[in-house]
Protein backbone atom coordinates (compact mmCIF):
# COMPACT_ATOMS: atom_id res chain seq x y z
CA UNK A 1 0.00 0.00 0.00
CA UNK A 2 2.96 2.16 0.12
CA UNK A 3 2.64 3.40 -3.27
CA UNK A 4 -1.03 4.90 -2.30
CA UNK A 5 -0.64 8.40 -1.99
CA UNK A 6 -3.63 10.73 -1.00
CA UNK A 7 -4.16 14.47 -0.57
CA UNK A 8 -5.96 15.17 2.20
CA UNK A 9 -7.42 19.07 2.53
CA UNK A 10 -9.05 20.39 5.57
CA UNK A 11 -12.31 22.03 5.55
CA UNK A 12 -11.65 25.99 5.86
CA UNK A 13 -12.56 27.48 9.11
CA UNK A 14 -15.22 29.80 8.00
CA UNK A 15 -17.06 26.71 7.29
CA UNK A 16 -16.45 25.21 10.55
CA UNK A 17 -19.14 27.10 12.56
CA UNK A 18 -18.20 26.41 16.47
CA UNK A 19 -16.68 23.02 15.17
CA UNK A 20 -12.84 24.06 13.97
CA UNK A 21 -11.38 21.90 16.78
CA UNK A 22 -14.11 18.60 15.86
CA UNK A 23 -13.48 18.83 12.14
CA UNK A 24 -9.74 18.79 12.18
CA UNK A 25 -10.06 16.12 15.55
CA UNK A 26 -12.10 13.59 12.75
CA UNK A 27 -9.71 14.35 9.63
CA UNK A 28 -6.54 14.10 11.57
CA UNK A 29 -7.81 10.72 13.00
CA UNK A 30 -8.72 9.29 9.69
CA UNK A 31 -5.58 10.35 8.00
CA UNK A 32 -3.85 8.79 10.89
CA UNK A 33 -6.10 5.46 10.24
CA UNK A 34 -5.02 5.53 6.61
CA UNK A 35 -1.17 5.63 7.88
CA UNK A 36 -1.66 2.55 9.47
CA UNK A 37 -2.54 1.45 6.69
CA UNK A 38 0.59 1.93 4.55
CA UNK A 39 -0.91 4.67 2.59
CA UNK A 40 0.75 8.17 2.37
CA UNK A 41 -1.41 11.23 3.38
CA UNK A 42 -0.75 14.53 2.79
CA UNK A 43 -2.32 17.50 4.31
CA UNK A 44 -3.12 20.48 2.66
CA UNK A 45 -5.62 23.30 3.31
CA UNK A 46 -8.88 24.43 1.06
CA UNK A 47 -6.55 27.79 0.23
CA UNK A 48 -3.42 25.69 -0.67
CA UNK A 49 -5.94 23.34 -3.18
CA UNK A 50 -7.97 26.72 -4.53
CA UNK A 51 -3.79 27.33 -5.34
CA UNK A 52 -2.98 23.89 -7.44
CA UNK A 53 -0.67 22.49 -4.86
CA UNK A 54 -2.33 19.13 -4.52
CA UNK A 55 -0.91 17.00 -7.36
CA UNK A 56 -2.05 13.73 -5.99
CA UNK A 57 -5.15 11.73 -7.75
CA UNK A 58 -6.67 10.67 -4.96
CA UNK A 59 -8.44 13.36 -2.67
CA UNK A 60 -9.84 13.22 0.92
CA UNK A 61 -11.60 16.18 1.62
CA UNK A 62 -13.61 18.35 3.75
CA UNK A 63 -14.54 21.09 1.56
CA UNK A 64 -17.12 23.62 1.41
CA UNK A 65 -15.31 26.50 -0.49
CA UNK A 66 -17.45 26.98 -3.57
CA UNK A 67 -13.98 27.00 -5.61
CA UNK A 68 -12.57 23.98 -3.90
CA UNK A 69 -15.90 22.38 -4.80
CA UNK A 70 -15.43 23.46 -8.58
CA UNK A 71 -11.95 22.50 -8.70
CA UNK A 72 -13.34 18.85 -6.70
CA UNK A 73 -15.65 18.25 -9.29
CA UNK A 74 -13.41 19.20 -12.21
CA UNK A 75 -10.62 16.76 -10.96
CA UNK A 76 -13.37 14.27 -10.32
CA UNK A 77 -14.27 14.36 -14.30
CA UNK A 78 -10.75 14.38 -15.08
CA UNK A 79 -10.84 10.68 -13.54
CA UNK A 80 -9.41 11.40 -9.84
CA UNK A 81 -10.97 9.94 -6.97
CA UNK A 82 -12.56 12.23 -4.54
CA UNK A 83 -14.28 11.45 -1.23
CA UNK A 84 -16.89 12.88 -0.26
CA UNK A 85 -17.54 13.87 -4.01
CA UNK A 86 -17.51 17.37 -4.82
CA UNK A 87 -20.98 16.71 -7.00
CA UNK A 88 -21.84 14.72 -3.66
CA UNK A 89 -21.20 18.09 -1.54
CA UNK A 90 -22.93 20.24 -3.78
CA UNK A 91 -25.78 18.05 -3.23
CA UNK A 92 -25.90 18.59 0.60
CA UNK A 93 -26.55 22.38 -0.40
CA UNK A 94 -29.98 23.32 0.91
CA UNK A 95 -32.21 23.43 -1.89
CA UNK A 96 -30.70 20.85 -3.99
CA UNK A 97 -31.08 18.52 -1.08
CA UNK A 98 -34.34 19.09 -0.61
CA UNK A 99 -35.28 18.74 -4.49
CA UNK A 100 -33.24 15.60 -4.13
CA UNK A 101 -34.57 13.75 -1.00
CA UNK A 102 -38.29 14.65 -1.66
CA UNK A 103 -37.64 13.42 -5.66
CA UNK A 104 -36.40 10.04 -3.99
CA UNK A 105 -39.29 10.02 -1.76
CA UNK A 106 -37.10 10.38 1.25
CA UNK A 107 -39.34 10.63 4.16
CA UNK A 108 -38.76 15.20 4.61
CA UNK A 109 -40.68 17.82 5.86
CA UNK A 110 -43.30 19.94 3.63
CA UNK A 111 -41.28 22.58 1.87
CA UNK A 112 -41.64 25.63 0.43
CA UNK A 113 -38.47 26.64 -2.19
CA UNK A 114 -39.01 30.58 -2.58
CA UNK A 115 -36.76 33.57 -4.14
CA UNK A 116 -35.90 35.63 -0.67
CA UNK A 117 -37.93 39.12 -2.18
CA UNK A 118 -41.40 37.52 -2.76
CA UNK A 119 -44.32 37.64 -0.70
CA UNK A 120 -44.87 33.85 1.03
CA UNK A 121 -47.47 34.40 3.70
CA UNK A 122 -50.35 33.00 1.50
CA UNK A 123 -48.57 30.43 -0.15
CA UNK A 124 -47.66 29.20 3.66
CA UNK A 125 -50.97 29.13 4.66
CA UNK A 126 -52.98 27.78 1.93
CA UNK A 127 -50.28 24.92 2.58
CA UNK A 128 -51.03 25.01 6.57
CA UNK A 129 -47.54 25.50 7.52
CA UNK A 130 -47.53 27.92 10.68
CA UNK A 131 -44.38 27.18 12.66
CA UNK A 132 -41.26 26.58 10.47
CA UNK A 133 -37.33 26.80 10.04
CA UNK A 134 -36.20 29.28 7.24
CA UNK A 135 -32.88 27.98 5.40
CA UNK A 136 -30.61 29.82 3.15
CA UNK A 137 -30.96 28.00 -0.41
CA UNK A 138 -27.91 28.63 -1.67
CA UNK A 139 -25.02 26.85 0.37
CA UNK A 140 -24.13 25.40 3.47
CA UNK A 141 -24.86 27.00 6.77
CA UNK A 142 -22.15 29.54 7.95
CA UNK A 143 -23.77 31.86 10.39
CA UNK A 144 -26.39 31.29 13.07
CA UNK A 145 -28.85 33.93 11.12
CA UNK A 146 -28.67 31.17 8.29
CA UNK A 147 -31.05 28.81 9.84
CA UNK A 148 -34.00 30.79 10.97
CA UNK A 149 -36.92 29.80 13.17
CA UNK A 150 -39.98 31.74 12.53
CA UNK A 151 -43.39 31.05 14.74
CA UNK A 152 -45.99 32.12 12.13
CA UNK A 153 -46.42 33.16 8.29
CA UNK A 154 -45.91 37.08 9.22
CA UNK A 155 -43.07 36.82 11.47
CA UNK A 156 -41.56 34.30 7.99
CA UNK A 157 -42.16 37.54 5.86
CA UNK A 158 -39.76 39.34 7.85
CA UNK A 159 -37.22 36.43 7.90
CA UNK A 160 -36.81 36.41 4.47
CA UNK A 161 -36.73 39.69 4.14
CA UNK A 162 -33.65 40.43 6.19
CA UNK A 163 -31.99 37.57 4.08
CA UNK A 164 -33.00 39.53 0.71
CA UNK A 165 -30.65 42.26 2.32
CA UNK A 166 -28.25 39.99 3.34
CA UNK A 167 -27.52 39.08 -0.69
CA UNK A 168 -29.08 35.52 -0.13
CA UNK A 169 -31.18 35.38 -3.16
CA UNK A 170 -32.98 32.13 -2.44
CA UNK A 171 -34.62 29.58 0.68
CA UNK A 172 -35.22 26.67 1.74
CA UNK A 173 -38.89 26.95 3.92
CA UNK A 174 -39.87 23.56 6.40
CA UNK A 175 -42.48 22.91 8.29
CA UNK A 176 -41.62 22.77 12.00
CA UNK A 177 -42.20 18.94 13.34
CA UNK A 178 -43.06 18.50 16.72
CA UNK A 179 -41.07 15.19 18.11
CA UNK A 180 -37.78 13.70 19.67
CA UNK A 181 -34.47 15.36 17.72
CA UNK A 182 -31.85 12.71 16.93
CA UNK A 183 -28.49 13.36 15.72
CA UNK A 184 -26.95 10.56 13.52
CA UNK A 185 -23.63 9.65 11.73
CA UNK A 186 -22.58 7.46 9.10
CA UNK A 187 -19.88 5.45 6.89
CA UNK A 188 -21.50 4.17 3.80
CA UNK A 189 -20.32 0.95 2.49
CA UNK A 190 -19.78 -0.13 6.26
CA UNK A 191 -21.99 -0.75 9.25
CA UNK A 192 -21.15 1.83 10.98
CA UNK A 193 -23.92 4.09 12.20
CA UNK A 194 -24.39 6.26 15.03
CA UNK A 195 -27.77 8.21 16.87
CA UNK A 196 -28.25 10.41 20.00
CA UNK A 197 -30.17 13.01 21.32
CA UNK A 198 -28.42 16.19 20.72
CA UNK A 199 -30.12 18.24 23.32
CA UNK A 200 -29.40 15.67 26.06
CA UNK A 201 -25.64 15.87 25.37
CA UNK A 202 -25.49 19.53 25.45
CA UNK A 203 -24.35 18.71 21.43
CA UNK A 204 -24.92 21.91 19.25
CA UNK A 205 -24.11 24.49 16.81
CA UNK A 206 -26.20 27.13 16.93
CA UNK A 207 -28.60 26.35 19.45
CA UNK A 208 -31.72 25.37 17.51
CA UNK A 209 -31.74 22.47 19.09
CA UNK A 210 -33.10 24.04 22.06
CA UNK A 211 -36.57 24.12 20.08
CA UNK A 212 -37.64 20.88 20.49
CA UNK A 213 -35.90 20.69 23.82
CA UNK A 214 -35.60 17.35 25.82
CA UNK A 215 -36.41 14.32 24.13
CA UNK A 216 -39.39 12.18 25.47
CA UNK A 217 -38.00 8.52 24.35
CA UNK A 218 -40.52 8.25 21.07
CA UNK A 219 -40.41 4.38 20.20
CA UNK A 220 -39.31 4.24 16.71
CA UNK A 221 -37.17 1.47 14.44
CA UNK A 222 -33.76 2.00 14.37
CA UNK A 223 -33.42 -0.21 11.71
CA UNK A 224 -35.92 1.60 9.42
CA UNK A 225 -33.55 5.14 10.61
CA UNK A 226 -30.46 3.59 9.51
CA UNK A 227 -32.34 1.91 5.95
CA UNK A 228 -33.31 5.76 5.00
CA UNK A 229 -30.85 7.33 5.72
CA UNK A 230 -28.44 4.94 4.00
CA UNK A 231 -30.59 5.55 1.12
CA UNK A 232 -30.38 9.51 1.40
CA UNK A 233 -26.33 8.87 1.39
CA UNK A 234 -26.85 7.09 -1.64
CA UNK A 235 -28.98 9.52 -3.23
CA UNK A 236 -26.85 12.32 -2.66
CA UNK A 237 -23.89 10.92 -3.96
CA UNK A 238 -21.82 11.22 0.02
CA UNK A 239 -19.95 8.63 1.73
CA UNK A 240 -19.51 10.16 4.99
CA UNK A 241 -22.30 11.58 6.30
CA UNK A 242 -24.31 12.72 9.16
CA UNK A 243 -27.71 14.80 9.77
CA UNK A 244 -30.59 15.45 11.90
CA UNK A 245 -34.13 13.81 11.69
CA UNK A 246 -37.43 13.88 13.97
CA UNK A 247 -39.40 11.00 15.29
CA UNK A 248 -42.68 11.54 15.54
CA UNK A 249 -44.96 10.71 18.60
CA UNK A 250 -46.84 8.07 16.02
CA UNK A 251 -43.43 6.58 15.45
CA UNK A 252 -42.13 7.89 11.84
CA UNK A 253 -39.11 9.72 11.25
CA UNK A 254 -38.17 12.30 8.67
CA UNK A 255 -34.52 13.74 7.69
CA UNK A 256 -34.51 17.33 8.51
CA UNK A 257 -30.71 17.81 7.99
CA UNK A 258 -27.83 15.90 6.10
CA UNK A 259 -24.36 16.95 5.28
CA UNK A 260 -21.49 15.67 4.04
CA UNK A 261 -18.69 15.05 6.68
CA UNK A 262 -19.47 16.14 9.91
CA UNK A 263 -17.57 16.50 13.23
CA UNK A 264 -18.36 12.77 14.46
CA UNK A 265 -17.44 14.82 17.55
CA UNK A 266 -18.99 12.16 20.12
CA UNK A 267 -17.17 9.16 18.80
CA UNK A 268 -14.71 10.27 16.58
CA UNK A 269 -12.32 7.21 17.79
CA UNK A 270 -14.96 4.92 16.67
CA UNK A 271 -15.45 6.13 13.13
CA UNK A 272 -12.56 7.05 12.20
CA UNK A 273 -11.56 3.56 11.07
CA UNK A 274 -14.26 2.88 9.41
CA UNK A 275 -13.85 5.72 7.25
CA UNK A 276 -10.18 4.57 6.44
CA UNK A 277 -12.13 1.31 5.60
CA UNK A 278 -14.34 2.85 3.17
CA UNK A 279 -11.71 5.17 1.70
CA UNK A 280 -9.68 1.90 1.21
CA UNK A 281 -12.79 0.08 -0.20
CA UNK A 282 -13.07 3.01 -2.73
CA UNK A 283 -9.39 2.90 -3.64
CA UNK A 284 -9.32 -0.98 -4.37
CA UNK A 285 -12.44 -0.91 -6.23
CA UNK A 286 -10.89 2.24 -8.64
CA UNK A 287 -7.85 0.17 -8.90
Given at each position: ?111 LMVNTDEAVRDA ?164
Amino acid sequence: MADIKIAGIMRAGAYSPNHIGNDAAIFNAVAEQLRKRGCEVNIYSEEQFIAGKVTENIILNMCREQKSIQLLQEREDAGDLVINSGYGIENCTRERMTRILLGSNIPYPDSLMVNTDEAVRDALVAAGIDRCWIKRGDFHAMHKEDVSYVRHPEEAQEVLQEYFLRGIKRAVINRHLEGDLIKFYGVAGTPFFYRFYPFEAGHSKYGHEAINGHARGLTFDPEYLHAICTKAADVLDVKIYGGDCIVAPDGSIRIIDFNDWPSFAPCRNEAAPHIAKCVMTEIKARR
